[in-house]
Each structure stands twice: as C-alpha cells, then as structure tokens.
C-alpha cells in the first residue's frame, strides 16, 4: 500500500476573482441565498456571499459581496437599514407575512390616531420576539425546521434598535404603510405583528421594501433580471462592482506612516498616545472602529480600547507593488 500524499497540490478555485460589492434589487417571490448563487453563476465570481438576509416576499436591497468583500460583511450587516412595509390588520399568520397560514382573526381596525399612540413604545431600544419562521437557533435547531415540523416553538425576546418608526400612508381601513429605521437584527415582521397586538388587533405584513443598508442606498441597486442573461451572453462586466472599501466609507479613516503599517500587518497594537493629533473626532476611544489607511491603501479595521488601536480584521487593498489582495483576519 502506497503511503498517502501528505503534499498534495491545492486546487485552483473555479470561477473569476473577483473583489467587491454588487447592490441587488432582490424581487419578491425569491430568497437571498438564491440570488447570490445566481449572481455568482452569472458573473462566474470565485465567491460571493450577502450583507444581510431578505425574506423572500421582500424586495429591495441585497448586497452581494465578491471575494474579499466577504471579510467586510459583518460591518455592513452592523450598519443601520431602513425599510417600508405594509401591515394588514385583521389576520395573524404563523409565518406573520402573506405567505403563512391563518391562525387568528380581528374585526378591530384602528384609527390613524391609534396608530401613533403605540408607535413611541416601538422607538428605541426595545425586546423583540423573533418570527417563529425565522433562522434563530433552538437545541442547535433553526425555529423553521420546528415550526414547518408543527412544534410550538417559543423564542426569548431579544435586544433590537429602533432609530425612526413612522406611520406614512393609509391606503384603506385594513391597511397601514410604515418607515422604519432601525439597528442590526431587527425584524419587520415581528414590529407588524406586534404593532398589530398593541392597538387590540393581529396583522401581518402583505409587503416589504428595503431601503438602504449601511452605506448602500437604492441608487446603487441593480435589478436581478438586467444582470442574469441567457447561455450565449458574456457575464456582466467586474465595472458594476463597487470597491470594497465602499462598505466601510461609514468608519472614520486614520493615517499611518510606514512603521505603523508594518506594525499592525504583523498584528500589533499601537499606543493612541502616539496617534494623538490623528484619531478623528468622530471615533469612538472605548471599542469604536477605525479604517486604518497608509496613504490611498486600506489596511484594514482596528478597535480602539484600553488606550490602544488594536487590529481587527486585515484587508490589505491597493499594494503599490501590485494589483493583488491580501487578507488577514484577526478575529
């Protein structure tokens, strides 16, 4: 028996490589995980993950990440999002959207008035309970699976961030339209149903628009048909992908000189006394981000904390050297 080959080559991943953000406009009717492979497939990309996850009844923005834009998608996730959805008064449903099944009723519609009442108590930080048709982990089950499986499935409330919640529109008695604004896992099915409760009625949502997640706005969408062509068209040009930095412009940026750089790319910590003059106003000194930048080239995230500017994730773009990439994670 041959001994095994402990050298064995590594193989060459399939596909382009490609670096950066795609703005989707996610249609209805189609989940997340089913347009990035779409997309992936269409612009034959080497990877490609999202920043944040539509239900498939929702519409709006998906962000598809390319290649090491995938090392910045929990910053673009932690990024403020904002949504409009429509919530029909009258029937809850176990999924608490228009694709679930009934499982209560109400004659009660509620004023305008009404309405506004309840909204303050929905503004800032508040416990949400998650949908039960929802990816939350029960037993190392997803609520999902227990729920399509017919198990009660009860979920403990959990921290959300409410910036701006705001009745807009009134098509009819049945109907309300609402903006919301709101922090990283909040979900919109969940503020409907419970807006629902608050003014002596159940509801659920009948549409859902995303708006705008972290520095992306809907100028930058692209809609799925455009970018998805037949067998015997070329893919989509790489121009339509926006820099990675893109998802960071968010972050305060500081300047490094040379010996710094070097410092940080070997995963050391540097003093903010020594950074004194530099660190923008904006930044947070205990546990806020920075963009560490040599000159026009990212280095990468840092943590201050503690009096230090600590490496976070390293993502090394725009090697003067060389049009290649490097990325370090510190996490």
């Not at 028996?1 to 670096?19: E, Y």
């Not at 998906?62 to 673009?76: D, E, H, I, Q, S």
């Not at 503020?191 to 708006?211: E, N, P, W």
């Amino acid at each position: 028996m041959s001994p095994p080959n402990r050298h064995r080559p590594h193989k060459k991943p399939k596909g382009r490589a490609l670096d950066g953000w795609l703005i989707v406009d996610k249609p209805s009717g189609i989940g997340s995980t089913d347009v990035v492979n779409k997309v992936k497939r269409a612009f034959q990309a080497q990877k490609a993950g999202h920043g944040g996850t539509l239900d498939p009844l929702a519409t709006g923005l998906l962000p598809v990440a390319f290649g090491a834009a995938t090392k910045t998608v929990p910053y673009v996730m932690d990024g403020t999002k904002s949504y409009h959805f429509t919530l029909k008064f009258g029937e809850a449903r176990d999924t608490d959207d228009a694709d679930g099944k009934v499982t209560a009723t109400s004659d009660v519609r509620p004023t305008d008035a009404e309405i506004e009442a309840v909204l303050p108590a929905f503004r800032g930080d508040i416990m949400q309970v998650p949908p039960a048709y929802s990816a939350i982990k029960i037993g190392g089950e997803r609520a999902y699976d227990l729920a399509r499986e017919g198990q009660v499935v009860e979920i403990a409330p959990r921290p959300a961030r409410i910036d701006r919640f705001d009745l807009i529109e009134r098509p009819d008695i049945d109907t309300a339209i609402f903006h919301v604004e709101s922090g990283k896992g909040v979900y919109m099915r969940s503020l409907a149903r419970d807006v629902a409760k608050a003014v002596g009625s159940v509801g659920h949502i009948t549409a859902l628009r995303r708006l705008r997640v972290g520095p992306f706005r809907q100028e930058h969408a692209i809609s799925l048909d455009s970018l998805l062509g037949t067998g015997d068209t070329p893919p989509p040009s790489p121009d339509l992908l926006l820099p990675v930095t893109t998802a960071l412009a968010d972050i305060p940026a500081l300047a490094v000189n040379g010996e710094e750089a070097a410092r940080l790319m070997q995963g050391q910590a540097i003093s903010l006394v020594d950074l004194m003059g530099r660190i923008p106003r904006e930044a947070d000194p205990e546990g806020g981000l920075l963009r560490a930048m040599a000159g026009e080239r990212l280095l990468g995230l840092c943590r201050l904390e503690g009096g230090w500017m600590q490496p976070e994730r390293l993502i090394q773009l725009g090697h003067p050297d060389g049009p290649w990439i490097q990325v370090r994670d510190e996490t």
